[in-house]
């Protein structure tokens, strides 16, 4: 007779498990690598951090960043600047003389994540049939009163230019775009370098500047702040790209952390629980009035 009560028993367990269960599992977002601290709207993990950043840094102890031409070790990031500093281990410096590297970025990069105007890339020992010698002379500019004749003296690695010739071959001092149109076998240089902090270095010689390359990045404006605010990490569904905010009580949300109230989070999570739990306690009623007149 009394076979209501265990139906009512088994629809309570299920209502609880669906209740009780954190029905998703979110990703956990590293946020440092070797020594580098990886906020949005960078990510290591996918579905961390901004969508159009998605795969664009690679932690193998040391954090790199990945474009077309390879993986540059990221030397630091500044957040307030919104700059990374970037280094091609394969790229000639003072010190170094090493084989040509194209440096090579995807569309989005070049559009998100570009060098920074500050940032000048040194073609040397260019034949005297470069383009940047000629038809695209305008390319190369003077760089705070610097000449080639400086680099090729005054850098260890650079001197075999001039030993093997008579006089300095010639260079060019130019921007990212002139690179980035035209690869190093058009412009007929055998060598380039590259140094960031340009700005800084008029009267500082060539063996104190800084080699590298900086790069600046725009933050996509999606809401972040509000997420970050609430205490959680801004994140993306990685299907549809749309923004997450991943927060510790491991309910995504579209935009911010809720407090924690069970009615706030099923909130959050885009439907109301309240009636499921009023249908639950009419159960459990139902359940005691069915046990004692049944
Ligand atoms: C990450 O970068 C390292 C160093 O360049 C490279 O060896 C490795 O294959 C990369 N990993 C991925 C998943 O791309
Ligand atoms: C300098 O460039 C010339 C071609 O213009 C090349 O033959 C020579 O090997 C280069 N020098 C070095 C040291 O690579
Ligand atoms: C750069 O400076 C040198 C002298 O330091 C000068 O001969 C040359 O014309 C200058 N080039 C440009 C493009 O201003
Ligand atoms: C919650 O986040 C994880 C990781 O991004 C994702 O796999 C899952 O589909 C998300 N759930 C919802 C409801 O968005």
Same mark, same amino acid.
């Given at each position: 007779?009394?076979?209501?009560?265990? !139906? +009512?028993?088994?629809?309570?367990?299920?209502?609880?498990?669906?209740?009780?269960?954190?029905?998703?599992?979110?990703?956990?977002?590293?946020?440092?690598?070797?020594?580098?601290?990886?906020?949005?709207?960078?990510?290591?993990?996918?579905?961390?951090?901004?969508?159009?950043?998605? #795969?664009?840094?690679?932690?193998?102890?040391?954090? +790199?960043?990945?474009?077309?031409?390879? /993986?540059?070790?990221?030397?630091?990031?500044?957040?307030? #600047?919104?700059?990374?500093?970037?280094?091609?281990?394969?790229?000639?410096?003072?010190?170094?003389?090493?084989?040509?590297?194209?440096?090579?970025?995807?569309?989005?990069?070049?559009?998100?994540?570009?060098?920074?105007?500050?940032?000048?890339?040194?073609?040397?020992?260019?034949?005297?049939?470069?383009?940047?010698?000629?038809?695209?002379?305008?390319?190369?500019?003077? +760089?705070?009163?610097?000449?080639?004749?400086?680099?090729?003296?005054?850098?260890?690695?650079? #001197?075999?230019?001039?030993?093997?010739?008579?006089?300095?071959?010639?260079?060019?001092?130019?921007?990212?775009?002139?690179?980035?149109?035209?690869?190093?076998?058009?412009?007929?240089?055998?060598?380039?370098?590259?140094?960031?902090?340009?700005?800084?270095?008029?009267?500082?010689?060539?063996?104190?500047?800084?080699?590298?390359?900086?790069?600046?990045?725009?933050?996509?404006?999606?809401?972040?702040?509000?997420?970050?605010?609430?205490?959680?990490?801004?994140?993306?569904?990685?299907?549809?790209?749309?923004?997450?905010?991943?927060?510790?009580?491991?309910?995504?949300?579209?935009?911010?952390?809720?407090?924690?109230?069970?009615?706030?989070?099923?909130?959050?999570?885009?439907?109301?629980?309240?009636?499921?739990?009023?249908?639950? !306690?009419?159960?459990?009623?139902?359940?005691?009035?069915? /046990?004692?007149?049944?």
């Amino acid at each position: 007779m009394n076979f209501w009560l265990p !139906a +009512f028993i088994i629809f309570e367990l299920l209502i609880s498990t669906l209740h009780l269960h954190p029905v998703f599992s979110l990703p956990a977002c590293r946020n440092l690598c070797g020594g580098i601290a990886i906020n949005y709207p960078f990510g290591l993990d996918d579905g961390c951090g901004a969508p159009p950043y998605r #795969k664009m840094l690679n932690c193998t102890g040391d954090l +790199f960043f990945q474009t077309p031409s390879g /993986n540059y070790k990221v030397r630091s990031i500044d957040y307030d #600047k919104k700059n990374m500093v970037m280094y091609d281990p394969a790229m000639s410096t003072c010190t170094m003389l090493q084989p040509h590297h194209d440096l090579v970025m995807s569309a989005i990069q070049s559009v998100l994540i570009p060098p920074s105007p500050d940032t000048v890339f040194v073609l040397l020992n260019c034949s005297i049939d470069s383009p940047v010698l000629n038809h695209y002379r305008s390319l190369c500019f003077n +760089f705070s009163g610097h000449s080639c004749d400086e680099l090729y003296n005054a850098c260890p690695s650079f #001197k075999i230019f001039h030993l093997l010739s008579t006089g300095y071959p010639p260079c060019c001092f130019t921007g990212y775009d002139t690179v980035k149109y035209m690869s190093m076998n058009i412009l007929d240089c055998s060598h380039y370098t590259s140094l960031y902090n340009a700005d800084d270095l008029s009267g500082v010689g060539p063996l104190d500047w800084s080699y590298g390359i900086k790069l600046s990045y725009t933050v996509p404006n999606t809401g972040c702040d509000r997420c970050a605010q609430s205490g959680g990490t801004c994140g993306f569904d990685t299907e549809t790209e749309g923004m997450l905010c991943l927060c510790s009580s491991s309910i995504n949300s579209t935009r911010e952390c809720a407090g924690g109230s069970v009615i706030s989070r099923s909130r959050s999570r885009g439907h109301n629980r309240t009636p499921l739990t009023l249908f639950q !306690a009419f159960g459990f009623i139902l359940g005691a009035f069915l /046990n004692l007149f049944l």
